[in-house]
């Protein structure tokens, strides 16, 4: 088994190897290697193979060993603090500089749109938990003096839940291992693991999600050795379906503390922890702002999120439950997390199970969890694509990588599992530090996201939210050609969606293209938009044309939908002057114009002219007047000057 497992670390180094030169979106899992500086790409494989050298693992153990006494050795509370400083710091460090995985862009631009708590159920609402916890950091952003920045708000929750994970990892390796050398590589395994990328100013739901399942785990081993009250596990199983409604899948752990519980004759623990698990549940979906029925509906949806069986048949499914895609993008969830952690377990159950006493209450939880978030990571449809919604299968898959640490140090000899616990330690930390270095540059992150996408792996809803959000990323930054280049990717897949042939209007405008933009706009009304500065906007550009009927037809329509528009008002006079000199028509508009908008400069000009020309001399004096008040130094104030002392 020893030189199995040691195959199995030259082969992942081989793997980065490959993928270093070669990425694509089938080996999203491990090629981040091909997005960094090229020293990079021969010297992190280069530190792997050393890893497989005895001489370096016997270094590496001795400051494994140092660690540990500083550490471990009786809970030495500065060196605990200093731990806790640090991590705190190089999560803000090596934050994330762009939030294109998971729904990043979204997450940030919800926030600033909450109203109250009665929102969160519309805008988060599988995960309502952590989006009220980040509207409140928002909304407290200004008395810290700080901006007040949706991305930020999440970033500084990101980075809490972090501090709280990386402790409850220390606790949770000192439950589970009684060395403390074994104590410091458990800890180092788990929190070396690919999800603590979501502690790196992550901007998404999960962080709190992965954060409460540590806590779960070790508030349940806790129970499970007699040391803590079933309770405690309870509550904490509220915050995590609070913070995921899909950790209900996590249920079957529960019920087997619950069992062990009654097996020992504490029925009325059971009891009071169901009682108190649902009034959590109760309490925070009510702060969260859900309604029992708005719980309901979100809760019976959940069907439309699994994988279809034998065909596809919608957009945002891209492969069968049986799909070799399917089975790739997993194998790259595993390797993209912990390279080792389930071929690890693997192998240590194939090899191991008749042998060693694998029955034992701690590891047959661990094992419930890591089969539950397994068959949740297998069933589930991720509807942007597993590449990009990794970080909700990070928390589900957490139990793999704590069981895979855990067996080792449980069921092999010392020196044996030392050996290799350093080794997959030292791979998987240079692996995620790849990982976390990619999410830390802007230009090595979109590089990367411009990778993942493949119509084999992604559905097509999947791609075109890509494109949309990379376009506006770089409508953001004024790099029109790009966005061009995106908005044309997305309207070749989704040709029918007036949504987007109106966003694709606006680019072309932005470009100067006035062609491409009134074609656009023609396409969105053509496929049934109902927004009105659609309409307004191509009335426009038919009037710059003088097809004024046209141009009046759209205006109107327009007006339709948005009879409160002082624009499409004062534009609708206009065409009326253009195309029919009907000045009495025109000036009723320009009238309805000013009184939805009274400072509006432009419509009491327009409303002088027509009294002008209708020979209305006072109520011309009275608009010119009111202009010039509002414009007492503009373009047009000589002529108004000029015209009001003419008229006297």
Known sequence: MKWLIAAGGALIVLLHCYAGFFPSAANWGFHQLAFLPIYLKFGVPLLMVLCLVPAIQVSLLDVSRW????????????????????????????????????????????LPDIRNAEDIATSFKNEPLPGFLAWNIYRALPSLNLPQSGGLAVQIL?????????????????????DELDQTLLFAFVAFSGGIQLMFGYVENYAPTYCCMLLFLTSSVDVLRGTRHPVVP???????????????????????LFYRELRRGNTLNVVLSLLAMIGMIVLLLWLCGYSFREFNEVFLRSGTHLIPLL???????????????????????????????LFTLTIFIIFQFGKTPFKTPEWLFLLLTALCGLGFSFAVNC??????????????????????????????EQDLRRRLLIVLTGITFLHTAAWVAVNAGEES?????????????????????????LAIFYRDRRDYQKVREYTLRYLYLDSTNNRLWGSAAQIFHLLGDSDREQLCYEKAIQYGTTVWQIYVDLGF???????????????????????????????????????????????????QAVELSPNYPKALWNASECYYQLHDIPKMKLYLDKFLRLQPNGRLAPETRHLLESSK
């Not at 996201?449 to 992604?458: H, I, P």
């Not at 609708?572 to 320009?590: C, H, M, R, S, T």
């Open 67 to 110: 660690t540990a006494r500083k550490l471990f050795h009786r809970t030495q509370l500065p060196a605990l603090l200093l731990m806790v400083g640090l991590s705190a710091a190089v999560f803000w460090i090596g934050r994330e500089r762009t939030y294109f995985l998971g729904d990043g862009y979204l997450v940030a631009r919800w």
């Open 158 to 178: 990101s980075i809490a839940c972090g501090v709280v994970s990386i402790l409850a990892i220390y606790s949770l390796s000192k439950k589970l291992a009684k």
């Open 234 to 256: 309870a509550i904490v199983f509220a915050a995590l379906f609070t913070c995921h409604f899909g950790m209900v899948v996590m249920a079957p752990a529960l019920l087997f």
């Open 311 to 341: 065909t596809v048949t919608a957009n945002y499914q891209s492969y069968t439950l049986f799909d070799l895609h399917h089975f790739q993008d997993i194998a790259n969830l595993q390797l993209l997390l912990s390279p080792f952690a």
């Open 383 to 412: 509807d942007i694509g597993m590449s990009r919604d990794w970080d909700m299968l990070a928390t589900f898959n957490l139990g793999i990588v704590v069981i895979a640490a855990f067996t080792a140090i449980r069921f092999l």
């Open 445 to 469: 992150s979109i590089a990367r996201f411009e990778r993942l996408q493949d119509s084999n792996l992604w559905g097509r809803r999947a791609l075109t939210y890509s494109y949309e959000e």
């Open 541 to 591: 550009l038919y009037a710059s044309h003088h097809h004024y009927d046209v141009a009046i037809e759209m205006d109107k329509k327009g007006l339709e939908l948005n009879p409160h528009s002082a624009v499409a008002c004062n534009n609708l006079g206009e065409y009326i002057i253009g195309g029919k000199y009907d000045y009495k028509e025109a000036v009723q508009y320009f009238l």
